[in-house]
């Protein structure tokens, strides 16, 4: 069995920063950030919640899917950054969907969890142990951000997207994860005494342009593939500069890498189902199409997955 996408959702609050408002904030300027890292606003909650986004992209990703809330039986959320530890984002979730029957969990892999929700869930499905599944991806970075440090402000926003999956007969496609705890130091939030993410940037620039482009060689070797197999490559949206250093390594012309990191800056795990959802409402994606998805992230983390639209 496999489980194919039926629908796909995605929310981000209404209130932004541009990198003028940034500029009032801290010492930086639009060149600068627009120059080094491609973003030009990033959204930022007021109101919502890590839990209320979840719901509002999974509610969008439901509609339409042909799955009611109560057949989900698996409910996956990636966060790190949900206000409340306990009850997880994932039973809330389920409470605010009316799902009952679903199992639900969350998991942190950071800006690389919604890959390891996906691979997790195909494992699920590929038993026969559930039919339908719902990941999410949704953090509220804008929390555990230091709004007076230049280096890290500039590059985060919120926001949530989501998938679900429905089994169907057929093999599982090459997915994999990694994980390097021995480097985490990189990129770390620690909850005492200052709940701030901190993070080594040009450390962290290296391993992702290392690491994502030998992730999807290896994934196209898995899957005995070459890169003219490919449509999209979907990567976790962190630096325009990365995705174009990956394209470069794989020798691919940068269109075939969407973007929308100018718009959201880095909403870690969600950043990957807010792009896919973007392509799938714009029309972008057609049945049988091969999209690698690949992420990077805190751990270290990273991998890459291929997705059969
Ligand atoms: O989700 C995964 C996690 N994160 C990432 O993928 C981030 C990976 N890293 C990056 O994207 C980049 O390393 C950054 C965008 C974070 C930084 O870009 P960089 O080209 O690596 O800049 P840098 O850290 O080497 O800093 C260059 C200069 C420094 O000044 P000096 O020492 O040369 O005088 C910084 O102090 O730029 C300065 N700088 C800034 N200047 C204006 C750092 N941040 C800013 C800023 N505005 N916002």
């Not at 801290?26 to 919640?49: A, L, N, P, Y």
């Not at 714009?282 to 690698?292: D, F, N």
Request: charged share 25%; net charge negative.
């Amino acid at each position: 069995m496999i489980g194919r996408i039926c629908g796909t959702g995605s929310y981000v609050p209404d209130h932004f920063l541009d990198n003028n408002d940034l500029s009032q904030m801290v010492e930086t300027s639009d060149e600068w950030i627009r120059e080094r890292t491609g973003v030009v606003r990033r959204h930022i909650v007021q109101e919502d919640t890590v839990v209320s986004m979840a719901v509002k992209a999974s509610r969008r990703a439901l509609e339409g899917s042909g799955i009611a809330p109560e057949d989900l039986d698996l409910i996956i959320v990636s966060t790190f950054t949900s206000e409340v530890l306990l009850p997880s984002t994932a039973c809330e979730v389920q409470k605010e969907l009316g799902a009952g029957n679903a199992t639900c969990f969350d998991l942190n892999a950071a800006c690389t969890g919604f890959l390891f929700a996906w691979n997790t869930a195909q494992a699920y499905l590929a038993q026969g142990m559930y039919r339908n599944a719902l990941i999410i991806g949704a953090e509220r970075l804008s929390r555990y951000v230091d709004w007076k440090d230049r280096s890290t402000c500039i590059l985060f926003g919120d926001g949530a997207g989501a998938a679900v999956l429905k089994a169907e007969k057929g093999s599982t496609l090459p997915m994999f994860t990694h994980s390097d705890g021995a480097k985490g130091e990189a990129l770390t939030c620690f909850t005492r005494p200052d709940t701030y993410i901190q993070m080594e940037g040009q450390a962290v620039f290296r391993f992702a342009v290392k690491k994502v482009p030998e992730a999807v060689e290896e994934l196209l070797k898995k899957a005995d593939m070459t890169m003219e197999d490919i449509d999209y490559l979907v990567l976790h949206q962190a630096n325009r500069r990365i995705v174009e250093a990956v394209a470069k390594r794989l020798k691919t012309d940068i269109s075939r890498f969407p973007m929308n990191l100018q718009e959201y800056g880095n909403t870690s795990s969600a950043s990957i189902p807010i792009l896919l959802d973007e392509m799938n409402r714009e029309g972008k994606l057609k049945r049988g199409q091969k999209i690698i998805l690949a992420g990077f992230g805190a751990g270290l983390s990273w991998g890459a997955s291929l997705v059969e639209w």
